[in-house]
């Protein structure tokens, strides 16, 4: 099976991390975000998957040189000017003649993709919309269907209380060759405003399962942190980070992280690889990068630290992602 992942957006929300790295490379707890986003995939048998680039598009070559994940194939193509959703999609799959499945390269998800597939093939459907439910649709595409499923509308951020559900376009569609066929090619078309709506002209094309899985989305400082805090506790799926072990409740250890004993760490905690934490360091609720430092005495508090970051003896750090060369409030402020 083959996939098509949507990762050409700018990430502007999570600016300065995003001047340099694209939002889809940047780390959840330690691991690249479309690392996890391909690994959930490979799972469920996609074998090739199409990256939709845009913006930086050397940082995905350069981080995928061997045009691999794992066994998977990637293939890259390039949007030299703005396709919207639907044209990046037609482009992306262009020379595809199978179903494909399509997502967003900034949404955190565990839903079940054999159960997708399966409800999409039950009902004969052209398109089928995976479904997450929110407690304000505002800021999102409510998507109301009848009770097999079948989409009646969509209705792009309603007011919270006018929405007629509460169940939003979740970001992951099945899509068959028709649907491809019928999307004008190298024009800006957008799936939600104009292909799905079109589509509800003709009965029976278009469906839309909700799932109860876990569901992020992670564009904007707070809901970036709150993805950390969410693989930490397990909610995609343990060990947070490839070869982690427990030293504690909610305490994880990469290997080679040394941590002295005179040290406090309170969950949910991750120190990366071969990173170093001094003595009498306090960290609580962050996730420390590869080989990066908190020295003695410092104290690190809702926080992630990229990978290499160094953090001086005594000094504190509050609610802020620390790259290299960048940092970010994590909680609104400056």
């Known amino acids: 099976?083959?996939?098509?992942?949507?990762?050409?957006?700018?990430?502007?929300?999570?600016?300065?991390?995003?001047?340099?790295?694209?939002?889809?490379?940047?780390?959840?707890?330690?691991?690249?975000?479309?690392?996890?986003?391909?690994?959930?995939?490979?799972?469920?048998?996609?074998?090739?998957?199409?990256?939709?680039?845009?913006?930086?598009?050397?940082?995905?070559?350069?981080?995928?040189?061997?045009?691999?994940?794992?066994?998977?194939?990637?293939?890259?193509?390039?949007?030299?000017?703005?396709?919207?959703?639907?044209?990046?999609?037609?482009?992306?799959?262009?020379?595809?003649?199978?179903?494909?499945?399509?997502?967003?390269?900034?949404?955190?998800?565990?839903?079940?993709?054999?159960?997708?597939?399966?409800?999409?093939?039950?009902?004969?459907?052209?398109?089928?919309?995976?479904?997450?439910?929110?407690?304000?649709?505002?800021?999102?595409?409510?998507v109301p269907t009848r009770e097999d499923g079948e989409v009646i509308a969509f209705v792009e951020k309603p007011p919270r209380d006018q929405a007629p559900t509460h169940w939003i376009n979740a970001g992951t569609y099945v899509l068959e060759p028709s649907v491809l066929a019928s999307i004008p090619p190298r024009l800006n078309v957008s799936i939600e405003r104009e292909t799905f709506p079109r589509m509800l002209e003709r009965p029976g094309q278009l469906y839309a399962m909700r799932s109860a899985g876990y569901?992020?989305?992670?564009?904007?400082?707070?809901?970036?942190?709150?993805?950390?805090?969410d693989v930490l506790a397990g909610k995609v799926g343990l060990p947070p980070a490839p070869g982690a072990r427990e030293q504690s409740a909610g305490v994880w250890l990469e290997p080679g992280a040394q941590v002295d004993g005179t040290a406090t760490l309170t969950a949910p905690v991750l120190i990366g690889?071969?990173?170093?934490?001094?003595?009498?360091?306090?960290?609580?609720?962050?996730?420390?990068?590869?080989?990066a430092v908190v020295g003695p005495g410092a104290t690190v508090a809702d926080c992630v630290l990229f990978d290499g970051v160094v953090i001086g003896a005594d000094d504190s750090v509050r609610a802020v992602a620390i790259g290299t060369e960048s940092r970010l409030s994590l909680d609104g402020g400056q």
């Open 1 to 142: 099976m083959k996939a098509v992942v949507l990762v050409g957006g700018a990430g502007t929300r999570l600016r300065p991390l995003t001047f340099s790295t694209p939002k889809p490379l940047l780390p959840i707890a330690n691991v690249a975000f479309l690392e996890r986003q391909l690994k959930w995939l490979a799972e469920y048998g996609v074998d090739e998957a199409v990256l939709s680039l845009g913006y930086l598009p050397e940082a995905f070559t350069d981080h995928f040189s061997d045009e691999r994940f794992g066994d998977m194939k990637l293939r890259f193509v390039v949007e030299h000017e703005p396709l919207g959703t639907a044209g990046g999609i037609r482009f992306a799959a262009d020379g595809i003649n199978e179903r494909i499945i399509v997502c967003n390269g900034d949404v955190l998800t565990d839903l079940d993709l054999a159960a997708f597939v399966a409800f999409h093939e039950a009902r004969g459907a052209e398109a089928t919309i995976s479904l997450a439910r929110v407690d304000d649709p505002s800021a999102f595409g409510v």
């Open 215 to 229: 569901w992020l989305d992670i564009g904007t400082p707070t809901k970036y942190f709150e993805a950390h805090l």
């Open 273 to 291: 690889a071969r990173a170093r934490v001094g003595a009498d360091a306090t960290i609580r609720r962050s996730v420390v990068g590869a080989d």
